[in-house]
Structures are given as C-alpha cells and as structure tokens.
C-alpha cells in the first residue's frame, strides 16, 4: 500500500494521574482497510481511540489525516475530518428517540430554524431500512430497544453522516450471532467503499475474520503490528498475554525484548 | 431493559380495547389527564365543602369555583408557573436551582430600589420609560445571576445542588443588604400593571375573546400542520375523528377559560371611581344586591343586574405567564437547544461525544432560569406594589414542588413544561383552597408537603405499571 495513509497517529501519549494509559504510540490506517486493535482490558486501546475521535485531549503527539496535520480537540473536531464513532457504550440518549440519537448535534432545520422532526424521522427510517430492516419503533425512546436494535441505532449514526474514518468499539459486545454476522457483513461493505475501520474487539477470531492488520497493545504501548496473512493466531495470543512480537510482526515499544 | 421485548410486530394491536386505542389515536398523554382530573377533584371539593360552610354562588354551592376565585387563583399561579417552566429544563438535565427564592427578592429589590430611589428622581415620578428600564434592568439582573451560577457549576465543577444552596443564602443576604429589612413602594403605575394591580392590568372581555379566538385558529392550523408535514412523508397519521376531537376539546378548553375570566366583574367601588375619573355618566337603574353592574337609585350609587360594568378579563401576568409557557414548550420540543437539553439530561456522555458543549449549554440554562425568575419577581413586586427582602421566601421549593408534580424525574431525562405549569397550578389550588377554608398555615404546610410526597408515589407507580 503505497497511497498516503488516511490516518496516522504518531508518538500519542496521555496519562491519567500519573498513570500512563497510552504511552508513545503510532498506529495508522489506510483507505478501505480494517485495523484491528487488540489487547487486554486496560491496555490502551480505547484511550487511543478516544483520542482520534476527540473524546479525550492527548498530552503529546500528533494526529495527521490524508497527510495533514490535525488538530483534533473535541468529538466536533472529529466529525470534521469525517471520524465517525461507535463506542462499546453505544452512547445513546435513552429517553429521546432514534432519529434524535441519529441526528444528535447535527439536527436538520426547517427554514425557521427549528427541528425538522419529520425529515429527521423519514431519513432515520431510510438508513435504518438499510440496517434493520424490520426496525418499527421511531417513537419509542431507545432505553425501550432491544440490545441488537440500540446497537443499529449506533451504527445507523456512525455511518450516515458519510464517515472517511469508522471507529468501532467492541461493536459486537451486546449482540447474538445473527446479529454479529450482519455486522461483519456490513464492516465489509463499507471497507469496500474505501471506508478505513478501526475494529476493537477483544475477541482474536472476530478481528482474524474482519481485520487487514493488527496492532496489539499491552500496558500503553504497542507491542507490534502485522498484516493477519503473516501472523498466526496462537501468535496474536503472545502479543497480547506476553507482550512477545513474533518475526511477522513490526515491534513497538512495548515489545518485549526479545532474548536473541 | 432487562425485559426483552418482540414489538416490532406489534402483536398488541389485535387486543386493543376501545380505551386504549382511543389514547393510542389521540396521542394524548394519560399522566396529563390524571393531573388535570385531579386538579379538578381538589376544585370540586373545595367548591363542595366551601359551601358546607358557607353558601356562594360557585359551581356547587360553595366559593372556590367562583369567576372571582379561579380569576385570583390564576394570578397567584403565574409567578410560580413562570419559574417552574425553566426549573424543569434545569432538572431535566440533571441540575437544580435552590436559588430562586432569594434571586427573586434581589431582583425584585433591585428593581425596586432602582425605580424610587433613582429612576423616579432623575426622570420624574411617573416617567413613561421607567417601567421599561426597570424591566430590562431585571432581565439583564436576572440573566447575570443565572450565568454566574451555570459557570460555577459548569466550568469550576461545583454541584449544582452547593452553588445555589449557597447562593440561597447568599442572595437573601444581597438582599437584605440592599434595603436593610425596608419596604420599597410603591411602584411605577406602568410598572404594577404587570402584576395585575389594578383594573386596567387585564385585557378586558373584547381582548380576550380575541386572543381566545387567536388560540382556537392557532390550534387548528396547528393540529393541520402536523397533518400535512406527516402525510409529506407518508408517516402514519392520527385518524381525522382524533384530530377533530382534540381540535374540540382544546377549542373548548380554551373558550371556557376566556368565558370564566370575561364574568369576573370588576369591583363596585372600582367601576364608580373608574366612572367618575372617565366622565362615564352611571345609568340609573335598580337596586339588586347580587347584581356585578352598578347604577344609581336617585342619588345613591347601588348594585344592580343593569347598568354600567366592566369585566376583567385575562390578567396581564396570566398572560405572561402563558406566552412564557408557550415559548419554553416551543424551546423545549422545536429547537435544537431544547434537544440537547433533553439528550444531555438522558445521557451527559452522549451528549457530550454527539459533539455538543454541555458545559456551555448547562450556562445558558442556568441564564434562561434566572431571566425567568427575573419575570417572576418583576410580576411578584408589581401584584404587591412593593419590593422587600421577604418576597420569593421558599419560592424555591414551590417551584421544584411544582415541577415534580408535573412529572419531571429527578433522576433528569424527562419533564414537560405544561406539566410543570399544571403543577403550579395544583400547589397553588391547594393554597388558594385552604385559606378560603380558615386553614391555619400550619396545617397548610402540612398538607402541602403530603400532597407533594403523594403526588410523586402515585407517579411512580403510574410509571412502573405502564413498564
């Protein structure tokens, strides 16, 4: 892949209290590819991607979209650079409905300037049409959901708004199989529009079956990245238990050092 | 959440009785039903037992369903109902104001001290444009007060509940330091119109039936709006005897209300003053003590059934109050700003990754509050025709009293203006009901507090059934 990538995170660091939670790590992402980001509880992944998506403010490093230089200090900045986020929380409002989740900080007007709700409510039902085609429930607030259905909502929002960068957070954490499925079927669909994905799961078979590359991480830092066609999956486990970069792998500096 | 629902095929519909499908067809709210069916239990039995006591001529004998009671009832709600509508955005999204009280009794003594002790020396007593400044000095007062306490919760990260628990104290003492404990009177005669001083602080019966009529037209063309905008998209609509239905209802509602305050005569003593000042010359007629129009018997002005009257009509602050109501509701449902209050109530997080600055947002409700408590104090001053450091006292717990019997949670995420207003009017039937009855205060307190804990009880079984 020689194209410039579409993301490149260089040298992110942040501490919280002392405690270094992402620690000198690079990461990039190139068009119409998945990165899977693997790793413990606790070791740093969704800090990092926090960071992409403006959540949290790095302490140092920097962040280049296509090339650039970007300053990315809030989730606005983010969806700016067309980052678009699922989080492992969904982060719906529970009490209002699923097209005011959709279009949460991006309302459509009328030409008074007032909410749009039935633009709003016909272009909900459009892409979640797309999604969930059996999806009925516009009025409800989404607490009253199904798990499967909160979780549509989430995607619903994500990818509407024409996302270059998807982040995707443990998308597949509260769903059944048949669910789970769907949404691997749509990873690829949107991959193929030249969407690039960044996929954190902590389940090594979902990432082997989605992912391009991988990068694990351990404690804050990376450990390493590989292409999954150079890495086994047993492999994959040693990064992410021991910290140990097999030959396939690029190391990061989490790496552990390896006894020649 | 943790029942595990299958209603995407709507397998309800098939069982559905006349009931429910009746309030499935109007989209009417039941929780809003009940509190207005309550609202008229208390009125009633007030009416009955007021007559036990005493016979008047109110719907069943007794003297709180009067056009004179319910007139009074609805000007003693409004400053409360104007402060509630903002209270329950704050609550809504999970903050609160214990401040509103003494916020109050600054502005309304600012204001105060600002109209007698500079603006009418400096300008004239009197001055046209006294009452004008003093308003928007309130206003600007009011929104100021309101920022300092969002920016202190929002951006210093003190809990909502310390600032303006703290500014409870504090305010009462600005307050107090102002005047030192004095009394400032009276007001500007503009300026005590707001608050329904006087006769000519109402609109009078040609006014109000226009403005019913307004209502009613507004209604309709609402209600067909709706109609259009969701037939542009195809959306399910509601069936057209539902439409006509609540297009009756609220027609009706409205025009009552504008008949019970077009019947409240104005005082005897007021019409001959009003007469004598306006060169009205009084028909002779008459005598008939029952009678709301006055007219001379020979020489002596008396009561009766034919001669000169004048009708109230809406009172200046009722009107505020709805026009307020009106435009919080629309704030609340039509606007952004009022989605992302609700969102941020629902989930803070959310909220805040969606992009919004909750932070700046929590300010600008805060400000909001404080310009209505601003409304609220200039309607309070002017009803009393002075300004002491004792008005607004416990105004605070009325109002978030108010709110939670309107239905807004606690908990944040949920509340309606109208509910909250509705709640207003509750507490101060209530009020209004015990002391028509000789109801030492003691005992109203305590059945105040009881109705409030009642109220919230019955809410939340309500709620845990429709679950």
Known sequence: MTAKPLVEMRNISIAFGGIRAVDHASLDLFPGEVVGLLGHNGAGKSTLIKILSGAYRRDSGDIYIT????????????????????????????????????????????????????????????????????????????????????????????????????IMDEPTAALGPQETAQVGELVKQLKAEGIGIFLISHDIHDVFD???????MKNGQVVGTARTSDV????????????????????????????? | MSSVSSSDDAPALVEEGPVARFFRATELDTRTLGMVAALLVIWVGF??????????????????LTPRNLWTLSVQTSSIAVMSTGMVLLIVMRQLDLSVGSMLSTIAVATGVLQVFELGPWLGVGHPAIWIIAVLFALVLGALIGAFNGVLTAYAGIPAFIVTLGGLIAYSGVAWALIRGETVAPMDKTFKLIGGNGPLASIGPFWSWTLAAAACALLVLG??????????????????????FLAVCGSAAILGVTAIVNSYAWAPKI?????????????????????????????????CNEGLVFYTGYAIPVLIALAVGFAMTFLASRTSFGRYVYAAGGNPEAAELSGINTRWLTVKVFMLMGVLVAISAIIT??????????????????????????????????????????GALLMQSLQSGMTLLNFESA????????????????????RRRLK
Do not use: H
Request: glycine residues 10%; charged residues 20%; positive net charge.
């Open chain 1, 67 to 166: 090339g650039e230089k970007a300053e990315i200090n809030n989730p606005r900045d983010a969806k700016k650079y067309g980052i678009e986020t699922i989080y492992q929380t969904l982060a719906l409002a529970d009490n209002v409905d699923a097209a005011a989740n959709l279009f949460l900080g991006r309302e459509l007007k009328t030409r008074w300037g007032t909410l749009d709700d039935v633009s709003m409510e016909a272009e909900a039902r459009k892409v979640m049409g797309r999604l969930n085609p059996r999806f009925r429930r516009f009025k409800e607030p989404v607490i009253k959901l199904s798990g499967g259905q909160r979780q549509s909502v989430a995607i619903a929002r994500a990818i509407y708004f024409n996302a270059r960068i998807l």
């Open chain 2, 271 to 303: 019409i001959e003053n009003y007469a004598k000042e306006n060169n009205i010359p009084i028909p002779p007629g008459v005598e008939d003590r029952t009678g709301d129009a006055i007219c001379m018997a020979g020489d002596a002005v008396v009561r």
């Open chain 2, 443 to 462: 005992y109203k307190d305590m059945v105040v507090g009881a109705v409030l804990v009642t109220a919230v009880f019955v809410d939340q079984i309500y």
């Open chain 1, 210 to 216: 989605l992912a391009d590359r991988v990068c694990v």
């Open chain 2, 47 to 64: 009416d009955v037992y007021s007559g036990m006591l005493r016979p008047n001529e109110g719907l069943f004998g007794g003297s709180f």
């Open chain 2, 223 to 244: 209600l067909l709006n709706g109609r259009r905008q969701r037939g542009r998209v195809n959306f399910p609509q509601r069936p057209i005897w539902a439409e006509a």
């Open chain 1, 232 to 260: 086994t999956q047993d492999e994959v486990l040693g990064m992410i238990i021991l910290g140990k970069c097999p030959p396939g792998a690029v190391p990061g500096p989490g790496a552990m050092p390896m006894a020649a």
């Open chain 2, 381 to 422: 001053s002017a009803r009393l025709d002075a300004a002491t450091n004792s008005l607004g006292q416990l105004n605070e717990l009325y109002v978030i009293a108010a709110v939670v019997i309107g239905g807004t949670s606690l908990a944040g995420g949920v509340g309606t203006i109208y509910g909250a207003m509705l």
